[in-house]
């Protein structure tokens, strides 16, 4: 029973120390209730001031951001389904990202200083030629720098980036075959907006890969992502079992057609504005094949692009900075062929089973003696060796080179006969001997070319022939039977290849395509024609 006066608590009643640990408890929820419930109204004008930001700040693109969601607790943003296209080309964006996630570092915040670190997940890259050739052709004030952007923001500190299973897709065109990168994920750490010294690379960063489907990438080292006027790299890189058919669209722009082969290789790359510096400790290429055309439709675009490669290459040659390098390399089991549409009719001349071995080869020649060895099958048949030795230039290229064909089927080239001499043969081989030096300007050597029971007239297989050309491939079998000069038969003459360089500013590739070019036109085909050979004493850059 309760009196009137009795003030003790009902067992229904809260007791005192349970009424103060709700309102300790309650309120604070309640407020964050509060707060979750206002936050969620501002995630639409943040997420529209954000989106509003940003394509005034690239007024080049069109950025469109599906969702914005604020994290309070965790000091964290997160925006979703983010598109980029560009303006000129809208139809398909350059980039889509399913997630981006940022949050501050609240270690850093309790001393006093914002640090965020940034995942990026699932972003799909699509891009052609005429978008990326609008980036090249931006203006200045179209190109400013995103450092510059952080840099403006002092007050806050980008510690790590990662992005997550990235997808990269590169046309020539709409219609041409996509390159196309899978599995992407970058690493960044350390990433601080402050200005390094040269060869200072304060972040790390690690990229690895899937290339064409089947090929692997892997980058590993550090970066200076504010470097001026592009971000600087120093890392080890690995490629293996690209797919070369897989890079057709690009090459087939320069005329070079490959339709098989897998490239892999390890080495180094330092990329910054003072050092452009690639050195890849080995380099494998196994069972390339791969065709130069040349058309009447193509010829002035290739020579365009031949120019264009020579001062390319020159530049390479001179340029301070740059270092290609390759410590060894190796192509096994290959074909190179080059096709001549141009003719009429058309042919195609090719070295199989080729293995070429290289060894300290580099587009700065003062890096050291550099070395070739090439063994292969011309036209299939042929036992090819090439042996070439490339010293330090100084004003001119100075190099060896031994060339060795052995018993070509000559019916193998009836089309190149057919195009330059209007006949073919029906038998016989020949052989190819030479051997060069360029040194100061000179060119010494010989060149010897050797034809062995060369038949140009079989009845069988001229009988569609006219009456003249018949005539003409029988005066080619009398004149070879009257210049046989050896015991077993054989057509052989030697000339004496010696003198000046007729353009000693030539470049070293330049001069041993020529030395290449002029031992076939000027010796093979005269000889197999019945036609005497005129030895030519120079080296031209024609």
Known sequence: MVTLGDHRATPSSPSPRRRLWMWLVGVPLALLLLVMIIVSFLDEPLRAYAEREL??????????????????????????????????????????????????????????????????????????????????????????????????????????????????????????????????????????????????????????AVVFEKGRFQLDGHADFFAEPTMAVNADLSLTDIELAE???LTAQYQVYLSQGRLSTTGHVEYAPTVQEVRLRSLALQEVKGDFIHS????????????????????????????????????????????????????????SGTDIELENWSNQLSEGTAKVQLKGLLMGSGTTQIRGSFRPETKSPDFDLSVKMLKTQVKSLNQVLRA??????????????????????????????????????????????????????????????????????????????????????????EMVATLFKNAFFDAVLPGLEGKPFKGRAAATSD
């Open 55 to 208: 394509n005034q700040r690239l007024p080049a693109y069109t950025v469109h951001i599906g969702g914005l969601d604020l994290h309070p607790l965790s000091l964290s943003l997160d925006l979703e389904d983010v598109t980029v296209r560009q303006k000129e080309h809208p139809e398909t964006p350059i980039a889509a990202v399913s997630k981006i996630h940022g949050s501050l570092q609240w270690s850093a915040l309790l001393r006093g200083r914002l640090v965020t670190d940034e995942s990026i997940e699932r972003p799909v890259i699509h891009f052609t030629r005429p978008q990326a050739a609008k980036e090249l052709e931006a203006t200045p004030e179209q190109k400013q720098s995103w450092q510059e952007a952080l840099f403006a923001m002092q007050e806050v500190q980008v510690n790590e980036v990662r992005i997550t299973d990235g997808d990269v897709t590169y046309r020539e065109n709409s219609k041409s075959k996509p390159l196309h990168i899978t599995q992407l994920n970058v690493t960044a750490e350390n990433i601080r907006n402050v200005r390094s010294k040269a060869h200072e690379y304060p972040s790390d960063l690690h990229i690895d």
């Open 296 to 351: 009447a439709r193509t010829e002035k675009k290739v020579k365009e692009t031949g120019k264009k490669a020579a001062q390319a290459a020159e530049q390479a040659a001179n340029h301070p900075t740059l270092i290609l390098r390759i410590d060894h390399g190796k192509i096994e089991n290959s074909e190179f062929g080059f096709v001549n549409q141009a003719t009429i009719p058309s042919y195609r001349m090719f070295i």
């Open 420 to 509: 330059y001499g209007g006949t073919d043969v029906a038998a016989g081989v020949f052989s190819v001997f030479s051997e060069m030096t360029v040194k100061d300007g000179q060119v010494n050597g010989y060149l010897k070319p050797l034809f062995k029971d060369v038949t140009a007239y079989d009845p069988e297989q001229d009988k569609d022939k006219g009456l003249l050309t018949k005539i003409f491939e029988k005066t080619i079998n009398a004149a070879s039977s009257m210049l046989k000069n050896t015991p077993r038969g054989e057509v052989a003459t030697k000339a004496d290849v010696s003198g000046p360089v007729e353009n000693p500013q030539a470049s070293t590739w």
């Open 247 to 249: 890079v057709l669209p």
